[in-house]
């Protein structure tokens, strides 16, 4: 066995110790829930050769390979490397970041998820923080991938907008809409009650006459916790229109919590014992531009 191992540095690049002494458990780097099918084979024969032959599919999309020998670790990342394949990270520092498979596949999707966990893991993954930062997108206001479980949770919505020219009163938006936000009268027609609107987007997809039109955007929550404590994370800020503003308030947020985060605390714990409502005016003034 190699001698003068730094469990650190490989923990940081995502190797786990295991109880089996000199053996290692190998997280990888999922962008999003997607590999390709190269991937995949490289990781299934990398897993024959130098572990157990199995994986095992984690909680937040990922794959860890167990039973990596830390003898063979320098040889199991070139041989990952060559199937374009990448560690992980654990540790403080950003997670990989984790998406549903948004517009591209799913007809729910207002958003393309992969892309923009793609762009989230360009700009943030392994930033060095005081504990661990996890970011979460997911395509609609079904949440399949639980966004406020994440300390920056992304949710795709629609801004949305109604021709009451184009409108043939046919009622289906009203039967669409989960949240009882519209009505139908013979008198008014159809009404929008905005207090009730959560930008769901279904009256857009379901209108027959395209009365309704919709603009995708980005709903935020921040702090979320699953784990030893649970809580939701809270949205703070009105639905986001563009990806330049979204940046925006991510880097706002991580470097609120990077300055202002005791060591070992998770964003939550900083926001409530720093108040929530400092924190807000930081990402008000981001949002704002």
Known sequence: MAKGVNYALLKKGGFMRQKQ???FSL??????????????????EVAEQYGHGYVHMTSRQGIEIPFIYVDDIEEVKDKLAAGGVHP????????????????????????????????????YFGRELPHKFKFGVTG????????????????GGMIVSFDREKCI???????ACREGALSFSEEEKITKQ?????NCGRCVKSCPAEAWTGEPGYIVSFGGLFGNRIFRGENLLPIIRDKE?????ADATIDYFATHAKPSERFRTTLERLGIDEFKKVIEEAYNG
């Open 245 to 249: 503003t979204l940046f925006r308030i």
């Open 21 to 23: 002494k000199g053996y």
């Open 194 to 198: 905005e207090s009730l609107c959560n």
């Open 140 to 155: 609609c206001v079904n949440n399949c991938l639980k966004a406020e479980e994440n300390d920056f949770g992304v949710k």
């Open 169 to 175: 009163n046919c009622k289906v938006c009203t039967k």
């Open 88 to 123: 992980g990270v654990c540790g403080p520092r950003v997670r990989t970041v984790t998406a549903c498979q948004g517009n591209a596949v799913c007809p729910s999707g207002c958003i393309d998820t992969s892309t923009l966990a793609r762009e989230l893991s360009e700009r």
């Open 27 to 44: 997280r990888l780097q999922v962008v999003g829930g997607n590999l390709t099918a190269e991937n995949i084979r490289t990781v299934s």
